[in-house]
């Protein structure tokens, strides 16, 4: 059992934070990755054309029309592909892809991707906009920029403007200017871990998880600051914590008191569950439970997402 060789406060803080319930589904998750997935880029492509080029059996995804799901055993052959390395297809873990479709950007809207590298998302958001109107794109990780800036080229995404800087500062220097933002926050990444490779779970101690938190609330606030009034942020993580999900989002609804509110999301799967209303002796807002923990399951692997909504005064 994987139990054996994740921290041990790791597995007790996760069995406190799902459901008895969903506890062994989500241990296995870390010994069995989730299905590898891949989206139509439609900035280059149509479905129709990358399924013809690629030759390789795709599964479609009810929820999202562009996303495809493939046997691993077909990987290398997606990794190798024309389609891949001309920028036609993005192999992406379909969690991956809720936080574009909950912050639901239409053309020639004004959005802030606060946190963008690799570029996951930044890619998907330029597709639903059609590359018109305008997409800023943040990161403040030097090589991690340079990678971004080569995707976004290879991708087609031409609307994209770059910038590297630090997150926790651009957001107070546009004020209310955006009608969306994405804050897909830098976390400690425990959805990823993998019992067979430890390094992915080496540096994980509940003082790292503090010391992100504390990067996470800067950004949020800057996040929040950004936005036009009547604008929508999507707030996400990849771990688990409440640490770095309810109780930043918590952290933010106290700063921007009765500014912002959560609101439900649009799209439902058997895979979600509530945000949680408590953790440890600390109590959350009752609207918490319109955010959004991902399970992970066969196709995707775990994920956090908050839709928050700051309101017209
Ligand atoms: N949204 C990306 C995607 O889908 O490909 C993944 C984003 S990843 C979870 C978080 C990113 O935030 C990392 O690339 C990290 O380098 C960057 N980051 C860390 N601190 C930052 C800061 N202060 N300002 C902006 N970006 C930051």
Request: proline residues 6%.
């Amino acid at each position: 059992m994987p139990e054996n060789t994740l921290p041990e406060v790791f597995v007790e803080r996760l069995k406190a934070i799902v459901s008895l319930e969903d506890y062994p589904a989500t241990l296995a998750s870390f010994a069995e990755p989730s299905a590898t997935a891949f989206r139509v880029n439609t900035l280059k492509a149509t479905n129709e054309n990358v399924l013809a080029e690629i030759g390789v059996e795709t599964n479609s995804v009810p929820w999202y029309p562009q996303a495809f799901l493939i046997d691993p055993q077909y990987r290398d052959a997606l990794t190798q592909s024309k389609a891949f390395s001309e920028g036609r297809i993005y192999i992406q873990n379909l969690a991956s892809m809720l936080a574009p479709l909950l912050l639901d950007p239409q053309p020639g809207e004004e959005v802030l991707d606060l946190a963008a590298a690799p570029g996951g998302k930044t890619l998907m958001i330029a597709a639903m906009m059609e590359n018109h109107g305008r997409l800023a794109a943040v990161e403040s990780v030097k090589n991690r920029f340079f990678r971004l800036k080569n995707t976004i080229q290879t991708f087609g995404a031409d609307m994209v403007e770059l910038y590297l800087k630090d997150g926790r500062e651009v957001g107070w220097k546009v004020l209310e200017r955006f009608d969306r933002v994405l804050l897909d926050a830098p976390c400690s990444s425990e959805s990823r871990f993998n019992v067979n490779d430890p390094k992915s779970f080496s540096h994980w101690n509940e003082r790292k998880i503090k010391e992100v938190q504390r990067k996470q609330k800067k950004l949020i606030c800057s996040a929040i600051a950004a936005l036009k009034p009547g604008g929508v942020l999507v707030y996400s993580t990849c771990a688990y914590s409440p640490e770095e999900n309810e109780m930043v989002v918590q952290h933010a609804l106290k700063k921007f008191s009765g500014k912002i509110l959560i609101e439900p999301a649009e799209i439902h799967l058997d895979n979600f569950r509530p945000g949680l209303l408590r953790w440890k002796k600390k109590e959350f807002d009752p609207s918490m439970k319109q955010a959004i923990r991902v399970l992970p399951n066969q196709f995707m692997h775990g994920f956090f997402l908050c839709k928050i909504r700051k309101i017209c005064i």
